[in-house]
């Protein structure tokens, strides 16, 4: 007898939607696989402005993923950033802090090429509901 879990495709309207054949997030028992967000709004429109406020707008997207599946923040085991340029990388920093706090869940940060829709920074996050 096998003892497997239930995959569950996590989707919110609070979030763009996938831009792509992939889900927003994947639930595996108490692990939560967020797909890279970037900074679209909830309708899919691109975020004006630079680094700040689409840093801002990823994590405001997170957030929502994240919630859907019952997650937040606070739970984040893992994160990996994917910036256009390295250079960019304090402003990005500062507020990803503001956003975790004291909380420092494990991290990369890489340089990329390109990024979709030209954007400047990509996130994407592995959470733990199985931890406060």
Request: aromatic share 6%; charged share 20%; proline share 4%.
């Given at each position: 007898?096998?003892?497997?879990?239930?995959?569950?495709?996590?989707?919110t309207?609070?979030?763009?939607?996938?831009?792509?054949?992939?889900?927003?997030?994947?639930?595996?028992?108490?692990?939560?696989?967020?797909?890279?967000?970037?900074?679209?709004?909830?309708?899919?429109?691109?975020?004006?402005?630079?680094?700040?406020?689409?840093?801002?707008?990823?994590?405001?997207?997170?957030?929502?993923?994240?919630?859907?599946?019952?997650?937040?923040?606070?739970?984040?085991?893992?994160?990996?950033?994917?910036?256009?340029?390295?250079?960019?990388?304090?402003?990005?920093?500062?507020?990803y802090?503001?956003?975790?706090?004291?909380?420092?869940?494990?991290?990369?940060?890489?340089?990329?090429?390109?990024?979709?829709?030209?954007?400047?920074?990509?996130?994407?996050?592995?959470?733990?509901?199985?931890?406060?």
């Amino acid at each position: 007898m096998t003892n497997k879990q239930q995959l569950t495709v996590i989707s919110t309207d609070k979030a763009p939607g996938a831009i792509g054949p992939y889900s927003q997030a994947l639930k595996l028992g108490g692990l939560v696989f967020t797909s890279g967000q970037i900074p679209l709004d909830a309708s899919g429109q691109l975020v004006e402005g630079g680094i700040v406020e689409q840093t801002h707008q990823v994590f405001r997207n997170l957030d929502a993923v994240l919630a859907e599946a019952g997650a937040s923040l606070r739970q984040v085991v893992k994160a990996t950033v994917f910036l256009k340029d390295m250079n960019q990388f304090a402003s990005m920093n500062e507020i990803y802090a503001s956003y975790f706090g004291d909380h420092k869940p494990a991290r990369s940060a890489v340089e990329v090429a390109r990024l979709p829709k030209d954007v400047l920074v990509e996130i994407e996050v592995i959470a733990s509901t199985d931890v406060e």
